[in-house]
């Protein structure tokens, strides 16, 4: 039984629907002012009635919609068609470097309160990223280059179904439509306002976008002309707007300064007369008569204002002072400040201490003009030295991005010490579940997602990023949780720093005891295949749940060593985390094929192991391991080691639990 009020509500519903007839299927911005739209993040309109989606705030998203929904159902006996134009602008203050960009989009919901920033330019988050129950279309105008989403530059268009990955896309610009119909080439983050149109026809499913520079009449060639079928992707009833995200370092200025849209129709051309004007463009055509009579004005009030201060400057000066060199000058959006980074962590407060690493104490912050949680590490370390070379490495490292390697955002330095940002992961870092009893075990299925994921990780740095990245530093401890337990890699470079003496002419040789590839230990030399050795360790760690060495009766016992003499005696199998249950016959099959990979991988040869490459086919099923070769099975890892020598200057992080080895058993051997 229904009840009356639900009935007297349906009765009012229905009037409404009736009375409002068809709906909007049509409308035209000459600029914002008074526009009503749905916004949200960080969106807003500007006096002057521009639309600003993101303004200069770091890892932000902003959106705006039209709103209410319009009829996307295509009256009887017809095909959908849409058409719609836009003037944006994209103004950075770095415009030589890459920043985030935005996107128009179709949209079921008004709802993205959940969609991510940086590359995922406020549409989409981690999880439903390729979701075909997205149901969106977006449009994106995208100004970095990020492998994840297989982008062809730092400067394209590309037409996004439900997906970051471009169904098609093309380096912005425009066909001149001269007798030559030249390729002119535009930058989307010149500051300039250009205009972009995008029409659909269902008949022949053919999606065109098309650019140019604001005022000129739209090419007739479009930049983009793609088959797309959206019968599955849009619903009757669609919601339009724009999206777009700022990123960690460089942070942009978001502008729409018109927009028109029409269903079944061709949108109204915007009438550019009206359209509001950008707020650098502004301040140039102020009269001068104004800035002569203001000049004392604001002198006066200057003197006045640097008076007063002064002595509270100098004094948080001494509080928040930082290094800055002059050849930092080009990181200047990978800085963070000081002061920022004391503020979000609540004055380094020991409340917020996440662990004490091998390199330095590590906080949780929340930085204070985005919200969102970081993790900030402190470094002790003098500066000269490889500083120079190391704060490039982790700039350039900064701009990597894959979904199994913790993000760098920024850093800072102070005397004798530097900062580090990266994402906070809520989880911590890996070993606490292999080691810490007071923590629930992970399953084997669990174990071999993160295996992979670092695998996977790895695979990026060494292989198919810019330029090789060797991380030197490979362990449970240096693998962080997400808050859905996927591993992500950290840390990587520090060892690097380290590494780099006070005097050039010694060698130190720094990663963790138990990891460290003989030949490296040998060299000082750290490459891709001490880290496939330092993986290898890995592997056996997460599958046996032991640390790579222990001290037994004032001797080293190497975890791999254990694994291999058990693997000759046929028990490899029982080497495995005694916590872990292994039910299934699949699960024994693969621990089997971790447990015998990771002997692969720390084979003392470095030209007997695998590279990541192959490790990944390995771990895919792709291929079938090899068998160990006879040679190696009679190697005892010991007898390789033993007889190294470390230096006294060898500076090695230690696990710490064998924090209490002292430095002279380390000599001894
Ligand atoms: C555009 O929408 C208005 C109502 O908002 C309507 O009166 C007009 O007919 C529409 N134009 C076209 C071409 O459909
Ligand atoms: C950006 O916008 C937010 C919210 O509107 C505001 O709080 C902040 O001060 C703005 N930042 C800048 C740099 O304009
Ligand atoms: C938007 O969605 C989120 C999660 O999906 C939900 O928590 C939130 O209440 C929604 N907000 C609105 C305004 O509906
Ligand atoms: C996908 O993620 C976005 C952003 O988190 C969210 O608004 C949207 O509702 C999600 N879509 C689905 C189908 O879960
Ligand atoms: C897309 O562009 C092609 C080539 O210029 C043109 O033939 C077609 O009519 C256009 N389609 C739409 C929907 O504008």
Request: neutral net charge; aromatic residues 10%.
């Amino acid at each position: 039984m229904m009840s009356p009020i639900l009935t007297l509500f349906y009765f009012f519903l229905f009037l409404k629907i009736a009375t409002c007839g068809v709906q909007n299927n049509n409308f035209t911005f000459n600029g914002f002012g008074g526009a009503k739209l749905d916004l949200d993040g960080i969106a807003s309109i500007t006096p002057e009635g521009l639309l600003l989606l993101t303004n200069a705030t770091r890892l932000m998203t902003g959106h705006a919609f039209h709103p209410a929904p319009l009829r996307f159902k295509p009256p009887a006996g017809k095909t959908l068609s849409f058409s719609t134009t836009f003037v944006f602008a994209i103004v950075s203050k770095y415009s030589d470097l890459s920043s985030h960009g935005m996107a128009f989009l179709v949209s079921p919901t008004v709802n993205l309160s959940t969609a991510l920033p940086s590359q995922y330019l406020g549409l989409f988050n981690s999880e439903n990223c390729s979701d075909a129950a997205n149901h969106v279309l977006a449009v994106e105008l995208d100004t970095i280059e990020n492998p994840e989403f297989a982008d062809i530059n730092d400067n394209h268009v590309g037409i996004d179904v439900n997906c970051l990955k471009s169904a098609d896309s093309r380096p912005a610009g425009y066909y001149s439509g001269s007798a030559t119909d030249q390729f002119e080439r535009l930058n989307l983050h010149s500051g300039e306002p250009m205009q972009v149109w995008v029409d659909f026809a269902g008949g022949d499913m053919q999606l065109n976008v098309t650019m140019s520079p604001a005022q000129m009449p739209k090419p007739s060639r479009p930049l983009l002309s793609a088959t797309v079928d959206l019968s599955s992707v849009v619903y009757d009833q669609m919601y339009v707007g724009f999206s777009s995200a700022t990123g960690s370092s460089n942070h942009p200025s978001h502008y729409v300064l018109g927009w028109s849209f029409m269903v079944n129709g061709e949108a109204e051309s915007l009438d550019y007369r009206k359209l509001p004007q950008l707020p650098r463009s502004k301040s140039k055509r102020k009269p001068k008569h104004i800035v002569v009579w203001l000049l004392p004005v604001a002198i006066f009030t200057f003197a006045l204002i640097v008076a007063a201060t002064v002595i509270l400057v100098v004094r948080r000066r001494i509080k928040y002072a930082e290094v800055l060199e002059d050849w930092e000058q080009e990181y200047g959006p990978h800085r963070f400040s000081y002061k920022e980074l004391y503020r979000a962590t609540d004055g380094f407060k020991d409340k917020e201490l996440l662990g004490i690493g091998g390199f330095g104490r590590v906080y949780r912050g929340v930085l204070p003009a985005s919200n969102i949680e970081v993790a900030v590490k402190r470094v002790s370390h003098e500066s000269g030295q490889g500083m120079k070379e190391f704060v490039a490495e982790i700039v350039s490292i900064g701009k990597l991005r894959h979904r199994n390697v913790a993000q760098l955002l920024g850093y800072c330095r102070r005397k004798g010490e530097l900062l580090l940002v990266y994402d906070y992961m809520p989880n911590g870092s890996l070993d606490k579940y292999l080691y810490d009893q007071t923590r629930p075990s992970l399953d084997w299925a669990r174990r071999f997602m993160i295996i992979k994921g670092v695998a996977s990780g790895l695979l990026y740095l060494h292989e198919d990023w810019e330029h090789v990245v060797v991380h030197r530093d490979i362990k449970a401890s240096n693998v962080l949780l997400d808050g859905e337990l996927n591993g992500k890699l950290g840390d990587f470079g520090l060892a690097r720093l380290c590494q780099h003496g006070s005097d050039p002419r010694t060698t130190r040789i720094v990663g963790t005891i138990g990891y460290l590839a003989p030949e490296f230990a040998r060299k000082g030399k750290a490459t891709t295949m001490s880290d496939v050795f330092a993986f290898g360790v890995f592997l056996l760690e997460v599958a046996c749940g032991r640390r790579p060495s222990v001290i037994e009766a004032g001797e080293h016992v190497f975890l791999v060593d254990w694994v291999l003499e058990n693997w000759k005696a046929g028990t490899v199998v029982a080497t495995r985390d005694q916590r872990l249950g292994l039910e299934e016959e699949r699960s024994v099959v693969e621990m089997e094929m971790v447990l015998k990979l990771g002997l692969l991988c720390s084979h003392p040869m470095p030209e007997a192991r695998p590279s990541m490459r192959q490790v990944m086919q390995f771990l895919d099923g792709d291929k079938t391991l090899p068998e160990l070769s006879p040679a190696y099975m009679s190697f005892s890892y010991p007898s390789l080691t033993q007889n190294q020598r470390y230096d006294d200057d060898c500076i090695v992080s230690i696990p710490t639990s064998v924090a209490t080895m002292s430095n002279s058993s380390l000599k001894a051997r």
